[in-house]
């Protein structure tokens, strides 16, 4: 057992020695803070709250931004695709195979004009022709490709 006569001192803190009470009393200028609905928040709290909500808002908004972006050029991409499709078939179900080279032209779809460039040329075997349509919007910009191949001769019944 460790005792003062043992060189070991006790760990009382006291009043004589500096050491106050750590209750907080009116007279320092505490009060007690009990919180109540009549009390409400304190402006520090009610800041904090409103930065985190702007943070929050200001992702969501730009995540819709982000999301709108992606919708529109998904419809591009789609439409883009169809026309190209489109003039694949036609040049796959023609009777009369396409000539060899490339063929230009505008397919209005979706409301929005579309130019195609169909390329042909022939493959390895001589009876098979590799079909290329690339689909390009008003600006420019190629949105959609496809490739087909068909007979180079029309095939009888």
Not at 33 to 54: C, K, N, P, Q
Not at 75 to 87: C, G, K, P
């Amino acid at each position: 057992m460790r005792t003062a006569e043992h060189g070991f001192m006790s760990r009382v803190r006291s009043a004589e020695h500096g050491f106050t009470s750590r209750v907080r009393s009116a007279e320092h200028g505490f009060t007690s803070r009990v919180r109540s609905a009549e009390h409400g928040f304190t402006l520090i709290e009610i800041m904090v709250a409103l930065a985190v909500f702007s943070l929050a808002a200001l992702a969501l908004i730009r995540l819709e931004g982000a999301t709108i972006r992606g919708a529109s050029i998904l419809d591009s991409t789609l439409t883009a695709q169809l026309v190209a499709r489109n003039v694949a078939i036609e040049a796959v179900t023609d009777a009369r195979p396409p000539v060899i080279g490339d063929t230009s032209g505008v397919e209005t779809n979706g409301g929005r004009a579309w130019s195609w460039t169909r390329h042909v040329e022939p493959t390895g075997d001589a009876r098979i022709l590799k079909i290329d349509v690339t689909v390009a919007d008003a600006a420019g910009v190629r949105q959609g490709r496809i490739t087909m191949v068909r007979a180079s001769a029309p095939v009888a019944s």
